[in-house]
């Protein structure tokens, strides 16, 4: 159980590696949202899962688990949340992403 924890850990690890590379690549606030809602969050809560089977005790699997559903819960929310807020502040997105075309609003 323990190696398997260990490989558990290192993809978290790497998927946490692979967010960070995106923050510092990406090129304008919503695409580093992207990278650091998306494979941040995944990386962490694998890591936190890794721990929780390698240390072979139920309480802390059930709470390494428990970190793992909020994270996966709330990175979503809390990643549109500063998308909109950097929207309304109007920072623009460069010049290479494309923008999604807003709904008509029809009465």
């Known amino acids: 159980m323990g190696e398997f924890g260990a490989i558990i850990v290192l993809v978290g690890a ?3 590696s692979l967010a960070a590379l995106g923050m510092l ?15 941040g969050p995944l990386g962490a809560g694998l890591i936190l899962l890794g721990v ?4 072979a005790d139920l309480a802390t699997f059930l709470k390494a688990l428990a970190g793992f559903v909020f994270l996966i819960a709330t990175s979503p929310v809390s ?5 909109r807020a950097a929207l309304r502040a109007g920072i623009e997105p460069s010049e290479g992403t494309q ?3 807003q709904p008509s609003k029809t009465k």
């Not at 690549?25 to 494979?39: E, G, I």
């Not at 929780?52 to 240390?55: C, F, L, T």
């Not at 990643?79 to 998308?83: E, M, P, R, T, V």
């Open 14 to 16: 790497v998927l946490t």
């Open 25 to 39: 690549r990406f090129p304008d606030v919503y695409t580093r949202l992207h990278a650091a809602s998306k494979a």
């Open 52 to 55: 929780g089977i390698a240390s």
């Open 79 to 83: 990643a549109h949340l500063l998308a």
């Open 99 to 101: 923008k999604a075309q």
